[in-house]
């Protein structure tokens, strides 16, 4: 049972440039999300999703995409990045609603150049 | 979800007993208070959860007095390893939304030796 995973770890980019940010969750959970967290801040919604096939905006969506083709699987989409963009990114999901446990993957580092 | 207010920061020695205090005063009646802890480079972890009194696991202790518009994180005798940043996060667990959800910035334990 791996819980949540995300992929990749790591990544730079350059400015324009995009990239797609995997999660997968083997816990059968509804919802999922995904947050941003800049340096010394707390956590920021940008999208979620209350089940396979659907997604929702959350606090900071502008610039990104999602989508959930598949109830495991919650993919984050940078179709141009900027700078503005570089942050840590979480993923997390939740059996019910987001007022339940979540449970969080490790995170990517995305670097925008 | 209710917007909730923390100290930015505490300081603490080892062994010593900490008390951690969150704001909610829009807080709904449905509503659970949820604690979590995040270490650097790390996803945040789940602490404990509560709706009303007091509540204890093998971690930490959650006191919620009965108006509900705080609640106070107890770590009996911290070490070293507890200094991370702690989060209120408060919210209906059969809600659909997320929109407004928020972690704010949590408060930065540091546990001095």
């Known amino acids: 049972n791996a819980g949540v995973t995300q992929t990749p770890k790591f990544r730079v980019l350059k400015t324009g440039q995009s990239m797609t940010l995997l999660c997968a969750q083997d816990m059968n959970h509804e919802y999922m999300y995904w947050y941003r967290q800049d340096p010394g801040m707390g956590l920021r919604l940008i999208h979620y999703?209350?089940?396979?096939?659907?997604?929702a905006k959350g606090e900071v969506p502008d610039g990104y995409n999602v989508s959930r083709l598949k109830k495991q699987n919650f993919l984050l989409g940078l179709e141009s990045a900027a700078p503005s963009q570089t942050s840590v990114y979480f993923c997390a999901s939740s059996l019910r609603g987001p007022g339940e446990t979540q449970y969080f993957g490790p995170g990517t580092r995305l670097l925008v150049l | 979800l209710a917007k909730t207010t923390q100290p930015i920061s505490m300081d603490s020695y080892e062994g010593q007993e900490v008390n951690i205090t969150c704001s909610h005063n829009n807080i709904a009646t449905n509503d659970y208070i949820t604690w979590y802890q995040q270490f650097p480079s790390q996803g945040p972890r789940f602490i404990i959860q509560?709706?009303?009194t007091k509540v204890t696991n093998e971690v930490a202790s959650l006191f919620i007095p009965a108006d509900r518009k705080s609640s106070t994180l107890s770590l009996p005798r911290v070490s070293l390893s507890d200094t991370a940043v702690y989060y209120c996060?408060?919210?209906?667990?059969?809600?659909?939304?997320?929109?407004?959800?928020?972690f704010g910035s949590g408060t930065q334990l540091t546990v001095l030796p």
């Open positions: 999703s209350v089940g396979e096939g659907t997604t």
């Open positions: 996060l408060v919210g209906d667990p059969a809600s659909g939304s997320a929109r407004q959800l928020t």
């Open positions: 509560g709706y009303k």
